[in-house]
């Protein structure tokens, strides 16, 4: 079965340092990886997920299939960015394709 | 676009009634719906997945009698947690799929905060 592992429960950096989220995932298959991101009292909403390399908000992930990781990466933090961080993961078979969460990593910017 | 309304936010319900939570899209229609549960600083653990016009499908260890999942449209999927008890005070959560032009995603409710005293 597949699963995602965020080992950071808290995470507290510095206004303008660097700031990486850890991400690793078992799945047998190809997977298709995706961080969502849930600011206080807000829902859950897409950061950005790895088809796209896209860069939301200054923060890329790049997937590493060889260290089947999908780590979250920021060169420079803002106290906006304080907030609680899941990777997540979907697999391609089945029809359902529903998404498995990461057990999350609070993120706090310190001014 | 893709919006997903989940109502109520909160609610609170004695033990042994039921308690129905609505989600609805509001300017798609989400073919597939997702039912989550999360634990105060935990991940979201998917309960059901609810196809329109079929039924659930429940994941391991979840009760079928218990969350009922009623999906009969293409913007309202429901869930009623029946004769609830305090061990199922939780954060409920709906996500729907979607997809567009711009690719497929997924979109969540805002949660409902269920406590059973």
């Known amino acids: 079965a597949q699963r995602v592992t965020q080992p950071e429960k808290l995470l507290s950096v510095f206004k303008g340092a660097p700031v990486e989220l850890k991400c690793n995932y078992s799945?047998?298959?190809?997977?298709?990886l995706f961080w969502y991101v849930q600011y206080s009292r807000q829902r859950l909403q897409l950061l950005l997920r790895h088809i796209s390399r896209e860069s939301i908000k200054g923060f890329t992930a790049d997937l590493n299939k060889g260290e089947t990781s999908f780590h979250l990466k920021k060169p420079f933090a803002q106290e906006e960015d304080s907030a609680m961080y899941y990777c997540a993961l979907r697999i391609s078979s089945g029809s359902a394709r529903q998404l498995t969460f990461g057990s999350g990593t609070q993120l706090t910017v310190l001014p | 676009g893709a919006v997903v309304s989940q109502h109520p936010s909160r609610v609170i319900c004695k033990s042994g009634t039921s308690v129905k939570i609505e989600c609805r899209s509001l300017?798609?229609?989400?073919?597939?719906m997702f039912w989550y549960r999360q634990f105060p600083k935990q991940s979201l653990m998917l309960m059901a997945t609810s196809n329109e016009g079929s039924k659930a499908t429940y994941e391991q260890g979840v009760e079928k009698d218990k969350f009922l999942i009623n999906h009969a449209s293409l913007t309202l999927s429901t869930l009623t947690v029946t004769s609830a008890h305090p061990e199922d005070s939780s954060f409920y959560i709906c996500?729907?799929?979607?997809?567009?032009?711009?690719?497929?995603?997924?979109?969540f409710g805002s949660g409902t905060r269920l406590t059973v005293v």
């Open positions: 799945y047998s298959g190809s997977p298709e």
């Open positions: 300017d798609f229609q989400a073919t597939t």
């Open positions: 996500s729907a799929s979607f997809s567009g032009t711009g690719g497929y995603g997924y979109t």
